[in-house]
């Protein structure tokens, strides 16, 4: 069966809102304190993360998502003066977010919000420092592949920008970029017939485009380490989460079945899911996504809008 750009694009919305939501009630759990069955609303007895928060309900990693959503879809392009505006608007009213209750916010995301409600200037909010290389950038880039329709070397370029936003280190520019990448060669019609093409297609891609030497060549060769097989633990650290996702999609074809693995590592949960999610939801549609988990979602009612507004753009 053929999955449509249409497909493509509302599985990859939906996977990394539905992963995020399935994450969150798990997040911090070390994997052997996981129950049995992995489930939007966890079984009885089980000590969740977010007790306040209904099961259905994404994070900070679909509201951010959401917010470059926007941006891309009312600007045409990546604002970044637009994108900043609105990552405030979330961070102080809940723009976006279920219900507009925040409930999960990075530290390195938080520092660097507040930066921006100081006016700084956006491409500069973000922290460089080599231990402020959290995951909070990746988490909420996959709409800006979804949306552009620029050559490669372009959607490289506004990865690294909407990255600076929060997270201005090369790692987690270098890791933006080329999640993007792996992203966008999922939206092709056709399938492809070995799990692991995209992802080497996507690195040609980037080494192609990067400076031969500078540290984003060396966030790549020697931190992503993108030809070595992928492993990942499902941590916090940018480049373990960009790894755990690698891991999991090459290795499991069926969406319900990547994502309560990415549960399955424990720790950071709802982003590991959100980021195996979207890319599995790009890769096998929105028909891949149970419907159960689909129903159960919160927030639809600003979700539906944004996504009709993405195909219509994208078709």
Same mark, same amino acid.
């Not at 929105?286 to 944004?306: F, K, N, T, Y």
């Given at each position: 069966?053929?999955?449509t750009?249409?497909?493509?694009?509302?599985? &990859?919305? =939906?996977g990394?809102? @539905?992963?995020?939501?399935?994450?969150?009630?798990?997040?911090?759990?070390?994997?052997?304190?996981?129950?049995?069955?992995?489930?939007?609303t966890?079984?009885?007895?089980?000590?969740?993360?977010?007790?306040?928060?209904?099961? &259905?309900?994404?994070?900070?990693?679909?509201?951010?998502?959401?917010?470059?959503?926007?941006?891309?879809?009312?600007?045409?392009q990546?604002d970044?003066d637009?994108f900043?505006?609105?990552l405030?608007?979330?961070?102080?009213? &809940?723009?976006?977010?279920?219900?507009?209750?925040?409930?999960?916010?990075?530290?390195?995301?938080?520092?660097?919000?507040?930066?921006?409600?100081?006016?700084?200037?956006?491409?500069?909010?973000?922290?460089t420092?080599?231990?402020?290389?959290g995951?909070?950038?990746?988490?909420? @880039?996959l709409?800006?592949?979804?949306?552009?329709?620029?050559?490669?070397a372009?959607?490289?370029?506004?990865a690294?920008?909407?990255? +600076?936003?929060?997270?201005?280190?090369?790692r987690?520019?270098v890791?933006?970029a080329?999640?993007?990448?792996?992203?966008? +060669?999922?939206?092709?019609?056709?399938? =492809?017939?070995?799990?692991?093409?995209? =992802?080497?297609?996507?690195?040609?891609?980037? +080494?192609?485009?990067?400076?031969?030497?500078g540290?984003?060549?060396?966030?790549?060769?020697?931190?992503?380490?993108?030809?070595?097989?992928?492993e &990942?633990?499902?941590?916090?650290?940018?480049?373990?989460?960009?790894?755990?996702?690698?891991?999991?999609?090459e290795?499991?074809p069926?969406?319900e079945?990547?994502?309560?693995?990415? @549960?399955?590592?424990?720790?950071?949960?709802?982003?590991?899911?959100?980021?195996?999610?979207?890319?599995?939801g790009v890769?096998?549609?929105?028909?891949?996504?149970?419907? +159960?988990?689909?129903?159960?979602?919160?927030?639809?009612?600003? @979700?539906?809008?944004?996504?009709? =507004?993405?195909?219509?753009?994208?078709?």
């Open positions: 069966m053929t999955i750009k249409r497909d493509r694009l509302e599985g &990859g919305i =939906w990394l809102l @539905v992963g995020d939501a399935l994450g969150v009630p798990y997040e911090f759990s070390r994997p052997e304190q996981l129950p049995a069955v992995i489930e939007m966890p079984p009885e007895g089980f000590d969740r993360a977010h007790r306040g928060t209904p099961p &259905g309900t994404y994070s900070d990693d679909g509201a951010q998502a959401l917010c470059l959503l926007a941006t891309l879809i009312e600007r045409e990546l970044v637009d900043a505006r609105r405030v608007n979330w961070y102080s009213h &809940g723009y976006l977010a279920v219900e507009c209750r925040v409930f999960d916010v990075g530290v390195q995301t938080g520092v660097a919000i507040r930066r921006l409600m100081e006016d700084v200037p956006p491409l500069e909010a973000g922290p420092d080599e231990r402020r290389n995951n909070g950038s990746l988490m909420r @880039v709409p800006l592949a979804l949306f552009h329709t620029g050559t490669d372009e959607l490289v370029r506004d690294d920008r909407q990255s +600076r936003l929060t997270h201005g280190h090369a987690s520019r890791s933006c080329l999640y993007c990448l792996w992203a966008r +060669r999922f939206l092709r019609e056709e399938p =492809w017939s070995d799990p692991v093409a995209p =992802w080497q297609d996507a690195v040609a891609s980037l +080494r192609a485009i990067l400076p031969a030497e540290e984003e060549r060396e966030a790549l060769e020697f931190h992503i380490r993108p030809d070595e097989p992928a &990942g633990r499902g941590g916090g650290y940018v480049i373990d989460a960009l790894r755990s996702a690698r891991m999991i999609v290795r499991h069926r969406f079945d990547a994502v309560i693995e990415a @549960v399955r590592l424990g720790d950071d949960t709802d982003t590991t899911a959100a980021l195996v999610g979207g890319i599995a890769r096998e549609g929105i028909a891949s996504i149970p419907s +159960r988990w689909i129903d159960a979602m919160r927030g639809r009612e600003q @979700v539906d809008p944004l996504v009709a =507004w993405l195909v219509k753009l994208r078709r």
